[in-house]
């Protein structure tokens, strides 16, 4: 799995709540009501958040939809692969994602990605030759966990080609691919405008969010799947 370079933040341990700052000098955090309040906070204008991030406290990045390009760079060989990330809306979110894996072909690899022990660094789990109806028949089924939990990310690629799709633990949907055009056309139909200079969470301080259903219905998902 890819992994563009989109902040330097270190990963505190925690068991359902994690906060990563990109600022090394951070002003005194809210009390606890108003804190409750910020974490309860899901509408930006007209985007709405899953349960599964949220901004920091400061709001140094706020979250909006769109998309912009960027590149993957080996860091052995430096060579470099065109990249899209995009935000989407919660209520578009995930029909958004399955309509991105259509240019990948009928058969797919598929990998899972978990952080829900933080003990053990991030862990994946990955199948070969997944038929991708079948694969999204079974996503369909974990819209919840995909959607809401900030400790689970999926990748999907084509078997043979450079192309991959991945759905991250910051509900961003970031293609690899070198022809990125089949890709921005979903994303324009699905009302995504590109902009090069915009910024997401995860470029900024956040907060990820899991629940104990989500480490048992990523277990489950692993099974379905035979990752």
Not at 24 to 30: I, K, M, Q, R
Not at 191 to 213: I, K, N, V
Request: charged share 25%; aromatic share 6%; net charge negative.
């Amino acid at each position: 799995m890819r992994h563009l370079d989109e902040s330097a933040a270190s990963r505190p341990t925690a068991p359902t709540l994690r906060t990563l700052s990109a600022a090394t000098d951070t002003p005194a955090g809210p009390d606890p009501a108003s804190l409750e309040a910020h974490m309860a906070r899901a509408l930006y204008g007209r985007f709405t958040l899953t349960e599964a991030v949220r901004p920091g406290w400061q709001l140094d990045v706020v979250p909006r939809a769109g998309y912009r390009h960027d590149a993957y760079v080996d860091p052995g060989s430096g060579a470099r692969m065109p990249a899209i990330v995009a935000a989407a809306s919660a209520e578009n979110l995930f029909e958004t994602f399955l309509e991105l894996l259509e240019p990948l072909g009928d058969s797919v690899d598929v990998i899972l990605e978990s952080s829900h022990e933080d003990a053990v660094g991030v862990r994946e789990f990955s199948r070969h030759g997944c038929e991708r109806l079948v694969l999204e028949s079974a996503l369909w089924d974990f819209e919840d966990l995909l959607l809401n939990d900030g400790c689970t990310g999926i990748a999907v690629l084509h078997p043979e080609q450079s192309l991959e799709v991945q759905f991250d633990e910051h509900k961003l949907l970031v293609i690899y691919a070198q022809a990125r055009q089949p890709f921005e056309r979903i994303l324009r139909s699905r009302g995504l405008d590109r902009d090069d200079r915009l910024r997401f969470l995860s470029q900024g301080e956040h907060m990820h969010t899991s629940h104990a259903r989500h480490t048992q219905q990523f277990r489950q998902l692993t099974a379905r799947l035979g990752c």
